[in-house]
Nanobody
C-alpha cells in the first residue's frame, strides 16, 4: 500500500501565503506524477497543480502566477507554495501520487486532505 500524507494547511488572510507538503511512502518503484487537487464545499474536486517526473508542470488557470509546485525527489515529497491567496482558494487540498508500485503495475494514491481557509 502506498501512503500519502499532507500537511501545512491553515487559516490566513487574503494576500497571505501558505506552503503545503505531501509525502509518499510504501513499496514504490517509481513515481510518475505528483499533484495537488482541491475541493470546496458543494464543488467538484479540481486539479490545482501537477509536476511530472519526466519534466514539466501544469497549473490551473486560476492559480497561475500565484502558486508554485515543486518536488524533493530524494524523499518523495511534493510542495505547493501558495502566495497572494484569495478567499476563493478556500478548500480542502488533496495530494495525489501516481506511479509504479513494487510488485504491481500501477498505483493512484490520495491523501486525507488538509484544510486551507482564506478570509477577506
Amino acid at each position: 500500500q502506498v501512503q500519502v500524507v499532507e500537511s501545512g494547511g491553515g487559516a490566513v488572510q487574503a494576500g497571505g501565503s501558505l506552503r503545503l507538503s505531501c509525502g509518499a511512502s510504501g513499496t514504490i518503484a517509481r513515481i510518475n506524477a505528483m499533484a495537488w487537487y482541491r475541493q470546496a464545499p458543494g464543488k467538484q474536486r479540481e486539479l490545482v497543480a501537477m509536476i511530472l517526473t519526466v519534466g514539466g508542470t501544469n497549473y490551473a488557470d486560476s492559480v497561475k502566477g500565484r502558486f508554485t509546485i515543486s518536488r524533493d525527489y530524494a524523499v518523495n515529497t511534493v510542495y505547493l507554495q501558495m502566495n497572494s491567496l484569495k478567499p476563493e482558494d478556500t478548500a480542502t487540498y488533496y495530494c495525489n501520487v501516481k506511479g509504479l508500485r513494487a510488485g504491481a503495475p500501477f498505483f493512484d494514491a490520495w491523501g486525507q486532505g488538509t484544510q486551507v481557509t482564506v478570509s477577506s
